[in-house]
């Protein structure tokens, strides 16, 4: 451990620390504890089984509610947000075409905000004579509890949503942690008493009121309580972290969103204070948006690539985009969607296949058995022979 590690950053020499961070490109800076805390609710949602199959999150669970289980001797950590609320965009008002996530709207932010928190590490050892090995850096990829972490800071609250909401910019920042063992006084929560106290262990809703939006607005009813997502139900799980068949029951919910949702965030009041972000760490992918349904359904691997290299949408591969595409095409009712689907019906991937002879039977009707005959004569993959059974069903 430095030497420097001991040094307490308060008054002016926080500020400037805090000012020099701003200028890097985030656009929120807080300072809260390493103290531990937010461990048992964890514990309690995974125990009742809402990560679904996130397995890692089970794995590293002791960790998340520890910040010095990851970075031994810890002792603050700084929590930055960058706001990529970028006003009205121009897909909200398309009729008829996919829904993406605004997040996915760029390239991949795990990329683009890294080398500001390469520059803020840099800042760190500058402004309290640490070294490299006294501070650790996370942008939504380590075991630790952003979110919580957020609240504690006083950067927001955690909303009946879930997620965290900031008075300055509604629901739309991303957050990054740096978890240092320099002591840097701490801020105040939002509700004004000691930072110690792990902001996790607060009621969902500390700024909500009698606002339960976010609640009813789930096309999948995802919140079995307020603060509480139920990760099997929630159509950003089902359309990105999910790499199986997605349930059927869930599949008209999904809508015309390809790749994650907005839902909760959108309906949020609080976003009326949103203002649009700097983006100075972002790389906005305008032509994302204008992307056309048949042109989904008709990419290959090769397009697939040169489209969304360096976006985070490359992580679901093609294959789960596809599978996502089938069932946006059926939920949108465009029957000039049966050729492609049909064709997918006959794709090299099961998960494919099983979500395009769903979309088929829902757009043909009773003209489906006659255009997947020849795709269904071949078929021996159990869990698309499992679609054709449940159709005739």
């Not at 946006?328 to 689907?341: E, K, M, Q, R, S």
Request: proline letters at 5%; charged letters at 25%; one cysteine or more.
């Amino acid at each position: 451990m430095s030497g420097a590690a001991g040094t307490g950053l308060a008054g002016g020499r926080r500020e400037e620390l805090r000012r020099g961070l701003e200028a890097l490109g985030f656009d929120v800076v807080r300072f809260t504890s390493a103290a531990p805390g937010g461990g048992d609710s964890l514990r309690a949602w995974l125990d009742a089984g809402r990560h679904a199959d996130m397995a890692w999150m089970e794995r590293t669970v002791e960790k998340r509610g520890a910040p010095g289980l990851v970075l031994a001797g810890a002792r603050s950590v700084i929590v930055l947000g960058v706001n990529y609320w970028p006003g009205k965009l121009a897909a909200d008002s398309r009729n008829g075409g996919p829904r993406w996530a605004r997040y996915a709207l760029h390239e991949d932010y795990h990329d683009t905000l890294k080398p500001g928190l390469v520059a803020a590490g840099k800042l760190l050892e500058r402004t309290v004579a640490c070294t490299s090995d006294d501070y650790r850096y996370y942008t939504d990829t380590g075991p630790v509890m952003e979110r919580g972490l957020a609240a504690r800071a006083g950067l927001g609250f955690r909303g009946k949503n879930a997620m965290l909401i900031s008075r300055e910019h509604g629901n739309w920042l991303l957050l990054s942690v740096i978890l240092t063992r320099c002591e840097i006084e701490p801020d105040a929560p939002l509700r004004g008493d000691s930072p110690l106290r792990h902001a996790s262990h607060e009621p969902a809703g500390l700024l909500c009121g009698k606002c339960t939006r976010c609640l009813t607005a789930c096309p999948t009813a995802a919140f079995p309580e307020p603060g509480i997502v139920d990760a099997r139900r929630c159509i950003s799980y089902q359309t990105i972290e999910n790499k199986g068949v997605i349930p059927r029951e869930l599949r008209a919910g999904i809508g015309a969103r390809l790749f994650g949702c907005d839902v909760c965030l959108e309906v949020c009041p609080w976003n009326r204070f949103a203002q649009e972000g700097r983006r100075l760490l972002l790389a906005t992918r305008h032509d994302l948006a204008d992307l056309e349904l048949a042109e989904i359904l008709a990419l290959t691997p090769e397009r697939f690539a040169e489209v969304f290299r360096r976006t985070p949408v490359k992580r679901l591969k093609l294959a789960g985009l596809l599978r996502n595409a089938c069932v946006v095409a059926a939920n949108l009712g465009d029957a000039a969607h049966v050729p492609a689907l049909v064709r997918l019906a006959g794709h090299a991937s099961p998960l494919v296949r099983a979500h395009a002879v769903w979309a088929v039977r829902r757009l043909a009707g009773v003209q489906a058995a006659a255009l997947l005959e020849p795709a269904r004569a071949a078929e021996t993959d159990p869990q698309v022979l499992a679609e054709y059974d449940a159709a005739q069903a």
